[in-house]
């Protein structure tokens, strides 16, 4: 039963992380295009380094270790639990995208990846640019 409980806990956890994910683009396109840039350095920090890591999880096929987590610990529940595939498509695919072509979460993936890492690259917060001149000026 333990392992049943642990493995709901991880899948809240992973929708707060998509979650995260998807806020942090939402507000890295509102704040692009908008006056008074959002310029919460570690929300951004911890965004790019976030959705690079889906990126890249994303361009080599490979499962998000929350859903590997997941499946081994329903696995030890109940064999039977387990799911093939995807955290996204087992969860959200099914219901809004049934039988979802793996295209439809790998191109739009790639995507904010790139346009967050642009974003950061082009406004990073201030504090970046602060450590980003230090540097540059030799003083670190």
């Not at 908008?34 to 690079?52: E, N, P, S, V, Y």
């Not at 809004?96 to 642009?118: E, G, K, Q, R, S």
């Amino acid at each position: 039963m333990a392992y049943r409980a642990l493995a709901d806990m991880i899948v809240v956890m992973h929708f707060f992380w998509i979650l995260f994910m998807l806020s942090g683009f939402v507000l890295t396109v509102r704040g692009f295009f908008h006056a008074g840039f959002f310029d919460r350095w570690l929300f951004r920090m911890l965004h790019l380094l976030g959705i690079l890591y889906v990126g890249l999880l994303t361009l080599l096929r490979e499962h998000c270790p929350l859903t590997i987590l997941e499946n081994v610990l329903r696995q030890k529940y109940d064999p039977g639990t387990r799911y093939s595939g995807s955290f996204i498509v087992h969860y959200i695919g099914r219901v809004v995208y049934p039988d979802v072509d793996p295209a439809v979460i790998i191109i739009p993936t790639i995507i904010i990846a790139l346009f967050t890492l642009t974003v950061f690259i082009l406004r990073p917060p201030a504090k970046v640019r602060q450590i980003w001149g230090k540097t540059k000026r030799g003083e670190m």
